[in-house]
């Protein structure tokens, strides 16, 4: 294989979010800007995304103003900053099926869906429960959920079962059940195709909010905190954090967390001419500079 070319978008930001809400206990400390984005991985003829977003012109309007979503753009709009349209995305890898992440099915007409079983069966179960429950529906749109299950009848979600190396060259999904979500699921991208790679990057979903849930605030004597918002256990938060962190070779830079407000200082970036950040990860060679 060769390298792919990697780019974090923002599509959406929140300006003014708890911090007690990304970094658990937290409490009484402010605010801070929370971008909301998808991760684009080309190359090896595959054009793939991780997570798609949600749709603000339609269901997802009410979620957007829920939260206080600002400067929300379709991914027509994102993606022509990278020169490409939705109509080209060809696969994506859903973490975990929460309305900014799995909110866009319908934005993505050629797409293939990967999303792990126990996600999508554990909404439905959410779903059945009776009203005084639905705090497990936490940031969960039932209509998202609907989508899924007719792009199965269609034959383009496809669900997995825990871990799956290679599920594209190079790209492995790694399995992190009952923590964040039922069953949420990051991706590893090793760069350079090895087994033990030099060159990973892993994409987080919300398994890893800010990078602050991998050092607790003191890099200098780092303990993970988990994420504020466990459906699952905290426990299998911070287990996870740890192989998260293992499988960027110990380095927080190649965490790419969409919600992190600080990636743009990370990589060359550039704000789109829609206000939004744009941030060039990794560049294959013969590939066009986004940011340049
Ligand atoms: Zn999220």
């Given at each position: 294989?060769?390298?792919?070319?990697?780019?974090?978008?923002?599509?959406a930001f929140?300006p003014?979010?708890?911090?007690?809400?990304?970094?658990?206990?937290?409490?009484?400390?402010?605010?801070?800007?929370?971008?909301?984005?998808?991760?684009l991985?080309?190359?090896?003829?595959?054009?793939?995304?991780?997570?798609?977003?949600?749709?603000?012109?339609?269901?997802?309007?009410?979620?957007?103003?829920?939260?206080?979503?600002?400067n929300?753009?379709?991914?027509?709009?994102?993606?022509?900053e990278?020169g490409?349209?939705?109509?080209q995305?060809?696969?994506?890898?859903?973490?975990?099926?929460?309305f900014?992440?799995?909110?866009?099915?319908?934005?993505?007409?050629?797409a293939?869906?990967?999303?792990?079983?126990?996600?999508?069966?554990?909404?439905?179960?959410?779903?059945?429960?009776?009203?005084?429950?639905?705090?497990?529906?936490t940031?969960?749109?039932?209509?998202?959920?609907?989508?899924?299950?007719?792009?199965?009848?269609?034959?383009?979600?496809?669900?997995?079962?825990?871990?799956?190396?290679?599920l594209f060259?190079?790209?492995?999904?790694?399995?992190?059940e009952d923590?964040?979500?039922?069953?949420?699921?990051?991706?590893?991208?090793r760069?350079?195709?090895?087994?033990?790679?030099k060159?990973?990057?892993?994409c987080?979903?919300?398994?890893?909010?800010?990078?602050?849930?991998?050092?607790?605030?003191?890099?200098e004597?780092?303990?993970?905190?988990?994420?504020?918002?466990?459906?699952?256990?905290?426990?299998?938060?911070?287990?996870?954090?740890?192989?998260?962190?293992?499988?960027?070779?110990?380095?927080?830079?190649?965490?790419?967390?969409?919600?992190?407000?600080?990636?743009?200082?990370?990589?060359?970036?550039?704000?789109?001419?829609?206000?939004?950040?744009l941030?060039?990860?990794?560049?294959?060679?013969?590939?066009?500079?986004?940011?340049?």
């Amino acid at each position: 294989m060769t390298p792919y070319s990697i780019w974090i978008l923002e599509y959406a930001f929140i300006p003014e979010c708890p911090l007690s809400s990304l970094v658990y206990g937290r409490h009484n400390q402010g605010t801070v800007k929370l971008p909301y984005g998808y991760v684009l991985i080309k190359g090896n003829g595959q054009t793939i995304l991780v997570d798609c977003g949600y749709d603000h012109e339609s269901v997802g309007r009410k979620f957007g103003e829920f939260y206080g979503v600002q400067n929300w753009r379709s991914p027509r709009d994102v993606l022509a900053e990278v020169g490409l349209t939705p109509e080209q995305i060809g696969h994506v890898i859903i973490t975990h099926a929460h309305f900014d992440h799995m909110g866009g099915l319908a934005l993505f007409p050629n797409a293939k869906f990967y999303i792990q079983e126990r996600e999508i069966s554990r909404w439905i179960w959410a779903m059945s429960l009776e009203r005084r429950l639905r705090w497990l529906m936490t940031a969960g749109d039932p209509s998202d959920i609907i989508k899924a299950v007719e792009l199965a009848r269609d034959g383009r979600l496809v669900t997995l079962k825990g871990d799956v190396e290679d599920l594209f060259p190079g790209i492995d999904v790694r399995y992190a059940e009952d923590s964040h979500t039922p069953g949420s699921q990051y991706v590893v991208i090793r760069n350079d195709g090895l087994r033990a790679s030099k060159d990973p990057y892993v994409c987080t979903g919300d398994l890893i909010y800010r990078h602050e849930n991998l050092h607790g605030g003191t890099p200098e004597d780092p303990y993970f905190i988990p994420v504020g918002l466990a459906i699952g256990s905290q426990v299998n938060l911070i287990m996870t954090a740890d192989s998260i962190l293992k499988a960027a070779n110990g380095d927080t830079k190649r965490v790419l967390a969409p919600h992190e407000e600080n990636m743009p200082s990370l990589y060359p970036s550039r704000k789109s001419r829609h206000g939004l950040q744009l941030m060039e990860v990794s560049l294959a060679p013969g590939e066009r500079s986004a940011v340049a």
